[in-house]
């Protein structure tokens, strides 16, 4: 018993110390980042958070690859499901994801971040590549083949989809400060887009 016991209390140090680097490495970004904000973030001492992680790069390595595989997987699993629909694989996306940045709504400035600072590394992480040759972009070049959608690049739809859904979160510090939005507003409007999105990529894509 005893065992499990400082198991459980390990597991639960190592995600209080991810937790709060996450949040200073999304708000602050890596180099403003020390390893003692992390620590007292995480309400541990250093030298702890030292015997876990080495290092604050290895500490950013991992939490970038688990956030990368959270926010890159779903799209790969909704997007190579034979079973379904295009119109059935765009609701799954904007409820997934929708769900998901209201949980962690700093998440797409983080990533993005990082994507533009190093593409190459972490587009090989997240293998990017199984997007563009998923089972939804076979269905999006089959309707074209048939000309039941226009007959434009897929990836203008892709692109659509994802900005729809990522740039409320972008733009919501300036739609809280300039437009007077509060939380609350915010909230109902975001829950509204998980209605509104899949009726607009409906209409961009013409499905009959």
Known sequence: ??????????????????????????QKGFSATRTRDISDEAGINLALLNYYFRSKENLFQLVMAEILQKFFSGIIEIFNDEATSLDEKVN??????????????????????????????LASKIGLSKVFNSFFFKQLSAEMDRKKIAPIHPLHYVLN????????????????????????????????????????????????
Not at 1 to 25: H, N, R, V
Request: glycine share 2%; with cysteine.
């Open 92 to 121: 799954s996306f904007v409820a997934r994801y929708t769900a998901l940045l209201k949980e962690q709504p700093e998440l797409p400035l983080f990533i993005f971040h990082e994507l533009r600072l190093h593409p190459q590394k």
């Open 161 to 208: 989809m994802i900005g729809m859904c990522v740039f409320p979160f972008i733009a919501a510090p300036l739609l809280k400060h300039i437009a007077g939005v509060d939380a609350r507003t915010f909230e109902t409007i975001v829950d509204e887009r998980k209605v509104l999105v899949p009726k607009w990529m409906k209409s961009i894509l013409n499905t009959k």
């Open 1 to 26: 018993m005893a065992t499990i016991k400082k198991k459980s209390l390990d597991l639960s140090t190592e995600q209080k110390i991810k937790k709060a680097a996450l949040k200073l490495f999304t």
